[in-house]
Nanobody, 124 residues
Framework: QVQLVESGGGLVQAGGSLRLSCAAS????????MGWFRQAPGKEREFVAG????????DYSHAVKGRFTISRASAENTLYLQMNSLKPEDTAVYSC?????????????????WGQGTQVTVSS
């Protein structure tokens, strides 16, 4: 089981940037794949980006590809999401998640561990 704590959310104007962090701790952290999800008011939680903890090939949703970058610091067990060129439609609660296995997954139901989420608000 992995414990996850997100940070870095906040209020930013359209076109601005934010960097989210997800600190992970627990057993077998390196055997987990990690992902970022978001949920906006009135919408279902959706996949944003994912990466295997020991892998090197990230995956992104179409909505954020080219603007967001997922990365990791293995020695610190920390996952990052660099968000650039933010748009109002990016406004959501962003959560990091972890699942056992080395294959990337994009469905929330496939993840076992979740952080508490951090609010990202992008103003026009």
């Amino acid at each position: 089981q992995v414990q996850l704590v997100e940070s870095g959310g906040g209020l930013v104007q359209a076109g601005g940037s934010l960097r989210l962090s997800c600190a992970a701790s627990g057993r077998t952290v390196n055997d987990y794949t990690m992902g970022w999800f978001r949920q906006a008011p009135g919408k279902e939680r959706e996949f944003v980006a994912g990466i295997t903890w020991n892998g090197f090939t990230p995956d992104y949703s179409h909505a954020v590809k080219g603007r967001f970058t997922i990365s990791r610091a293995s020695a610190e067990n920390t996952l990052y999401l660099q968000m650039n060129s933010l748009k109002p439609e990016d406004t959501a609660v962003y959560s990091c998640a972890a699942r056992r296995g080395r294959v990337l997954a994009t469905y929330p139901s496939m993840y076992e561990n979740w952080g508490q989420g951090t609010q990202v608000t992008v103003s026009s």
